[in-house]
């Protein structure tokens, strides 16, 4: 059996043991009991006494060694053999960084002086305490009012437990106030990243993968799906159709539209590049930048549509110079605008819809009333011709689109309309047609961009567009009996009850201008009921995809009639409208039918090579055109990319998109 360690003497009495009590200690143990009880005395008087002091003069200490107090020297900055002073270790920096402070440095100062401020307030507090008893009693009771109350009454009254909770208060106070400020630095740094990645593209035309990455996991998440789906098109094309115009995914052949002419021209690559290059898929994109400079002649052996060219070769090569700064891509701009400007060469000026640019010779397309020219062809060329003169001097590109504009303003309208078609040799309306679809959508569209795209310097297409919008409320905005808003087409004195698929572009369009006009709720409003109207024609369906075009007929609303009505070309317009509307509300409704769009398009479009058209919507069993439309990568993937992007991320405030979805710099006011 183990002794004690002060054992007890013992004697035996009538044969048993019998345990008598000590009156003294030995001495051995009377001197270990007095070096426990000064060792003890010890530690309480250091840790009342010396350890605040101590802390208070090593907080001080630290302050003057990092320069934090009196001393504004340079915190941690270690130099290395060879390196320039003031020059972080571990970060490629231009020779104009030579004076700026590695960020990483930055942040850590930033959190150390935040955490020295907040423990010497807390120092300072705890001195103020005359009573350390009164207050932790008070603390300790503080759920218990009568136990406090007599504390309280037994240490000095009503005044001191006052005194006490005000102190309390402002500890807490001071505690919430260091954590908002933590907050705020973060806040802050984020918005300075976001910042920098802006200059990064604005100056150096640098984009990565991670480059507009939103906070939020689930946007992120929907956004690497869609650089997934974009890869997905785009290797496809790559392995089945390089250097064609488009991609037949099930045949696995290359697709040339009538709009391109015969000559394959490598579009889908120059009208997905920016994609790319917006993605940060950059092995991809350097092999696009590849073929363009080395491999694509234009050089088309038959006619080709100025529009079509326009917006997807001169608008795809211009956008990826304003991203960039590369002289090639304006370079064969140029030459591509070159080539277009014969059409022009009419008795008013309003171009030809049809080139042939061996030849110079125009022409329209034969079912377009008369020989009219188209207004949404003629009239969408100004964003593009207006950018090329900015950046290359010229006055002629810009020239020749602003005849075309001075004509249409003075020209006589219906009642405010513009109709569809225009007489290049009479300069006379032809047929009485108006819509905000087919045949006329973005012409209404550039006038309102080109304003934003000069900086507000385009003040005559910011008054044209105001003066459209207003009559097309007037005449054409109808609502459904279930309430649902749209702009039919107009003809003669007629609206029909129809919405094309491609005017749904013109809910982002409203909103984007809403700022610009006299109400800007308002329109803010129109945009987003004429949006949740191209929402319902997508949701009505069997695929979840939108019809060509939709009508207001009997029971059916945002439904398609016709069967030439219910295919789906990967069209983009509805998912613009999204996109633009989450930029300008932030609301998640936009992202949640984005995401639908996104599933609909995985589950009905995809095939093994590609992304294909439906041949009806509304079909269970799904039937594919076979084609991938070039603007499936350059608008469709592009917009939904964006709108799970964050909203610094080209910018809307930096960026006007044409109407083939490439942005274009907006020009600062000096």
Not at 84 to 93: A, L, N, S, V, Y
Not at 169 to 186: A, P
Not at 471 to 479: E, N, S, V
Request: hydrophobic share 35%; charged share 25%.
């Amino acid at each position: 059996m183990a002794s004690t360690v002060l054992p007890l003497y013992n004697r035996n009495g009538n044969g048993f043991p019998v345990f008598q009590k000590r009156k003294t200690l030995k001495s051995i143990e009377r001197y270990m009991v007095y070096l426990i009880f000064f060792i003890f005395m010890t530690l309480c008087y250091s840790a009342f006494f010396l350890l605040p002091d101590l802390r208070g003069k090593m907080s001080s200490n630290v302050q003057q060694q990092l320069g934090l107090v009196d001393s504004p020297g340079v915190f941690f900055n270690p130099q290395l053999e060879g390196a320039r002073p003031g020059i972080g270790i571990g970060h490629h920096k231009s020779n104009d960084d030579d004076d700026v402070e590695d960020f990483h440095l930055r942040d850590d100062r930033r959190k150390l002086h935040l955490q020295i401020r907040q423990d010497n307030a807390l120092q300072e507090a705890r001195n103020a305490i005359p009573n350390p008893k009164l207050d932790t009693a008070f603390v300790d009771n503080l759920d218990d009012h009568k136990h406090a109350d007599d504390t309280i009454n037994n240490q000095g009254g009503h005044d001191d437990n006052q005194n006490h909770v005000n102190l309390k208060d402002e500890i807490l106070q001071d505690k919430d106030k260091f954590k908002q400020e933590i907050e705020d630095e973060e806040d802050a740094q984020k918005q300075a990243e976001k910042a920098a990645a802006r200059v990064r593209l604005m100056e150096h035309g640098i984009i990565s993968e991670t480059d507009g990455q939103p906070s939020d996991s689930q946007a992120k998440e929907r956004r690497d799906k869609v650089r997934e789906m974009m890869l997905h098109a785009w290797t496809g094309y790559e392995t089945f159709a390089w250097g064609a115009n488009e991609l037949k995914p099930i045949a696995h052949a290359g697709h040339s539209a009538s709009i391109f002419g015969k000559t394959p021209m490598g579009a889908t690559i120059i009208d997905g590049i920016d994609t790319l290059y917006i993605m940060g898929l950059t092995g991809q994109y350097e092999k696009a930048r590849d073929w363009i400079a080395h491999d694509f002649n234009f050089n088309p052996t038959s006619d080709i549509s100025v529009f079509e060219v326009n917006i997807r070769y001169i608008g795809g090569l211009i956008s990826m110079y304003g991203l960039t700064n590369d002289e090639m891509f304006k370079n064969k701009a140029v030459e591509i605008a070159d080539k277009l400007l014969p059409a022009f060469n009419t008795p008013t000026g309003i171009p030809f819809g049809l080139i042939n640019a061996r030849t110079g010779s125009g022409r329209n397309w034969g079912w377009a009333s008369g020989g009219c020219s188209i207004l949404s062809e003629f009239g969408s060329l100004h964003l593009e011709f207006s950018y090329l003169s900015q950046i290359t001097g010229d006055p002629k590109y810009l020239e020749k689109v602003q005849k075309v504009r001075d004509i249409l303003r003075d020209t006589e309208k219906i009642d405010g309309l513009y109709p569809n078609y225009l007489h290049p040799k009479t300069g006379k309306w032809g047929q009485k047609h108006v819509s905000l679809g087919a045949l006329g959508d973005s012409f209404y569209e550039y006038l309102l961009k080109s304003f934003i795209q000069t900086g507000g310097e385009d003040v005559q297409g910011l008054q044209m567009y105001k003066d459209a919008i207003e009559a097309m409320q007037r005449k054409m905005k109808q609502t459904s009996a279930g309430g649902l808003v749209y702009f039919g087409d107009f003809r003669g004195a007629k609206v029909e009850k129809k919405m094309d698929h491609l005017s749904c572009f013109s809910g982002g369009m409203f909103a984007l201008g809403s700022k610009y006009t006299s109400n800007p709720e308002e329109y803010m409003e129109l945009g987003a009921r004429v949006t949740e109207t191209c929402h319902k024609s997508y949701d009505n369906t069997a695929t979840k995809l939108g019809p060509e075009a939709f009508r207001f007929e009997g029971n059916g609303e945002a439904v398609a009639m016709r069967q030439n009505e219910k295919y789906y070309i990967l069209r983009p317009e509805t998912i613009e409208s999204y996109f633009v509307m989450w930029r300008l509300t932030k609301d998640q409704k936009y992202r949640d039918w984005g995401w639908e769009a996104v599933q609909a398009l995985e589950k009905n479009c995809r095939v093994d090579s590609g992304f294909s058209g439906v041949k009806d919507v509304y079909a269970s069993k799904v039937v594919h055109d076979d084609v991938q439309q070039s603007f499936f990568l350059a608008e469709t993937l592009k917009y939904l990319y964006l709108l799970y992007s964050d909203e610094e991320f080209i910018s809307l405030d930096d960026w006007v998109f044409n109407t083939e979805a490439h942005p274009l710099p907006v020009r600062k006011r000096v």
